[in-house]
T-cell receptor, first 113, second 113 residues
Framework: GNSVTQMEGPVTLSEEAFLTINCTYTATGYPSLFWYVQYPGEGLQLLLKATKADDKGSNKGFEATYRKETTSFHLEKGSVQVSDSAVYFCALSGNTNAGKSTFGDGTTLTVKP | EAQVTQNPRYLITVTGKKLTVTCSQN?????MSWYRQDPGLGLRQIYYSMNVEVTDKGDVPEGYKVSRKEKRNFPLILESPSPNQTSLYFC????????????FGPGTRLLVL
């Protein structure tokens, strides 16, 4: 079946530091890939997504590129802010069974001033 | 306002006492899904529905039931709750399955004693 493996957390950074959260996946076919963010006490919301190989998703300074050759979708941001402190989830929806969604374990990011 | 609502937000119950968590969306979405979030395990899909009267199992369906009699509602039923179902539950919806963004409700925190 499908699986998503995320970089283990928690991650603690100083403001303006560079962020990378690694995500690799296993899936048949050509899944769509997502990053969702969960702020304290809230539900998840979409951060960015990519639906085919070599696509780059971007939003709010975050970026991730769909790399089929390495089955990866790493999340990056050049300069994090305190307000980016949250839990980040990598996820996929496979096109062979579009209804099934698989999420990673989540990575908790804390940004200190 | 476009949203996914869940009720109740918090629930404490005892083993074996049937309960229902409601989920409703006002975006005319075809696809809806239930997840549970547990520390260290990320989000795991319980059930999903591709459309009215069409439901299917996710990765952890044991002990849960769902129904989709109308497009906007997708209740989660625990017929005989057990302590291992203590968790944070999220409902989500999207226009369709696969590449579409899922919109999440605020979550229901359930404690089974």
């Amino acid at each position: 079946g499908n699986s998503v493996t995320q970089m283990e957390g928690p991650v603690t950074l100083s403001e303006e530091a560079f962020l990378t959260i690694n995500c690799t996946y296993t899936a048949t076919g050509y899944p769509s890939l997502f990053w969702y963010v969960q702020y304290p006490g809230e539900g998840l919301q979409l951060l960015l997504k990519a639906t085919k190989a070599d696509d780059k998703g971007s939003n709010k300074g975050f970026e991730a590129t769909y790399r089929k050759e390495t089955t990866s979708f790493h999340l990056e941001k050049g300069s994090v802010q305190v307000s980016d402190s949250a839990v980040y989830f990598c996820a996929l929806s496979g096109n062979t069974n579009a209804g099934k969604s698989t999420f990673g374990d989540g990575t908790t990011l804390t940004v200190k001033p | 306002e476009a949203q996914v609502t869940q009720n109740p937000r918090y629930l404490i119950t005892v083993t074996g006492k049937k309960l229902t968590v409601t989920c409703s969306q006002n975006m005319n979405h075809e696809y809806m899904s239930w997840y549970r979030q547990d520390p260290g395990l990320g989000l795991r899909q319980i059930y999903y529905s591709m459309n009215v009267e069409v439901t299917d199992k996710g990765d952890v369906p044991e002990g849960y039931k769902v129904s989709r009699k109308e497009k906007r509602n997708f209740p989660l039923i625990l017929e005989s709750p057990s302590p291992n179902q203590t968790s944070l539950y999220f409902c989500a919806s999207s226009l369709s399955a696969g590449a579409k963004t899922q919109y999440f409700g605020p979550g229901t925190r359930l404690l089974v004693l």
